[in-house]
């Protein structure tokens, strides 16, 4: 028996300040103040909230971390706050901005030092490590990780790095798949599946969940975190929805 | 001397903690978080915190190097409350199977253990912690965690006061628990009682991030902690 609950995790995708939501890491929507939002998921009984920060400007990330802090001093749940984290100074600012963990991605590929880094600094459960993986025949596994938001091809097969990741130090993957993020076709189960049996560390599914079946899918597939931003930002389904449907399913949920 | 009008809660900063999210606990309960490393203000402070950081050794290390070792035992032997977190919980114990050969504060017996159950670690994220009967200020409820490491339920506080050879515990005139399932069970948080006062509350989980929960507790603790009480 675990008695861990699982965690559903609303993210916010914030771009200079404001929070929003594309289809395959593009065509953004805004979909309003992140604070707001914050609130509202934090009542409806989330678990956690993730950031993804895709401002591409110095000043773009300064007000990330303005928004962190505001955000930190009105809710009481833990914050993940990730995109563009490049050095130790990038994570230390969040941090003390007000996130209580960080999530490293295409700097963790090209400087995978970085995780130990961060895990030896402030504890393996502060070092998430972000991949965005996509279908890739050529790869072992079958899928390949990809950088800077989905545009660059690693050639890394998608589990052999989930591995060394947690062999670094990191305290958490958080798994995106590329070919479902924003479809609303569900997660993609397979390498969920697979990532969560090969790392000895709690794996997040991200990517393309729309109902409340597609939680019990990636719940089922070994992950211990579900992710998901637009269906919770369009108000299609609520964090409690989900929650009373995975428990009727026998799974552990902060009701 | 200045005078501080509102009612502050001492957050003693070890140099590697992220401390906004402890620091926003101490203002929604009506205090003003003053971070330090400053033994004096340690000693004397109405109530103390001990937030939770990296891993055993460097925490401890670091609370050496300040003398903050020594301040905080000296609160401890005088009977004034100190609340610790998730670390600044295991720090409590003896030692720690993380950074072996390192002593910790040793203000309660045992060692701290790696989580045993064969499940994912660190544990991430929320899970019920069940108080024992005659528990005053622990409560059941959903709680948050992110700990590799815990103290197991076979832990018992009372074999240091029968033998006399070891290390002298502090007294106190009662000791609850509160405990958590994962994989195996763990000790999830600790209540330490002196004169009518809750002089150790210690949490294995995240009050600062466990929603009203957690903010009810450390309300509870204060409450019951605060001198005027005794008054």
């Known amino acids: ?255 | 001397m200045s005078q501080i009008r509102t009612p502050s809660l001492v957050i003693i900063e070890t140099g590697v903690a992220n401390l906004a999210s402890v620091r926003s606990l101490a203002e929604r309960l009506g205090l003003q978080p003053i971070v330090t490393s400053d033994p004096e203000e340690v000693v004397r402070a109405p109530f103390v915190l001990l937030p939770g950081v990296g891993a055993f050794g460097p925490a401890m290390h670091k609370l050496r190097e300040r003398g903050l070792d020594a301040a905080i035992r000296s609160r401890v032997a005088e009977g004034r409350p100190i609340a610790g977190i998730c670390l600044g919980m295991q720090l409590f114990f003896e030692a720690s199977e993380e950074s072996e050969g390192v002593q910790g504060l040793g203000l309660l017996p045992g060692k701290v253990k790696r989580l045993s159950g064969g499940l994912p670690l660190p544990q991430l994220g929320w899970n019920r912690i069940e108080p024992e009967p005659g528990s005053r200020l622990l409560q059941a409820g959903w709680v948050y965690f992110a700990n590799s490491y815990g103290v197991g339920i076979e832990q018992n506080f009372n074999e240091g006061a029968a033998d006399t050879s070891k290390a002298a515990f502090p007294r106190f005139d009662s000791i609850s628990l509160a405990t958590t399932t994962y994989g195996s069970a763990f000790i999830s948080a600790i209540e330490a009682w002196r004169d009518d006062r809750p002089v150790l509350l210690l949490c294995q989980f995240h009050p600062e991030l466990s929603g009203s929960f957690g903010k009810n507790l450390f309300a509870r603790w204060l409450e019951l902690a605060s001198e005027r009480r005794r008054a």
Request: hydrophobic share 45%; charged share 25%.
């Open chain 1, 1 to 255: 028996m675990s008695g861990l609950a699982v965690r559903i995790i609303p993210c916010l995708d914030f771009k200079d300040g404001r929070v929003v939501k594309g289809v395959r890491f593009e065509n953004l929507v805004d979909s309003g103040d992140p604070l707001e939002r914050a609130l509202l998921y934090e009542a409806q009984g989330a678990d956690e909230l993730a950031f993804l920060d895709i401002s591409a400007t110095v000043e773009g990330r300064k007000t990330m971390a303005k928004e962190v802090a505001r955000i930190r001093k009105a809710i009481a749940i833990p914050i993940t706050v990730g995109g563009g984290i490049a050095s130790m100074e990038d994570a230390a600012r969040l941090l003390d901005s007000g996130a209580d963990r960080v999530s490293v991605n295409s700097a963790a590929v090209r400087e995978p030092a970085i995780i130990e880094a961060i895990a030896r600094r402030f504890g393996v459960q502060c070092a998430v490590v972000a991949i965005d993986a996509a279908k890739s025949p050529a790869m072992p596994s079958g899928y390949e990780v990809k950088i800077a938001a989905g545009a660059v091809a690693t050639g890394l097969d998608a589990i052999e790095w989930a591995s060394e990741a947690a062999q670094r130090g990191a305290g958490e993957i958080l798994l995106t798949s590329i070919d479902r993020d924003g479809t609303n076709l569900g997660y993609e189960c397979n390498l969920i599946h697979l990532v969560s049996r090969a790392v000895p560390i709690p794996v997040v599914a991200s990517g393309g969940a729309s109902k409340p079946e597609h939680f019990l899918e990636g719940y089922r597939n070994g992950a211990l975190a579900l992710l998901a931003a637009g269906i919770f930002h369009r108000s299609e389904v609520s964090i409690s929805e989900i929650k009373q449907y995975l428990s009727a399913h026998n799974v552990e949920v902060r009701l």
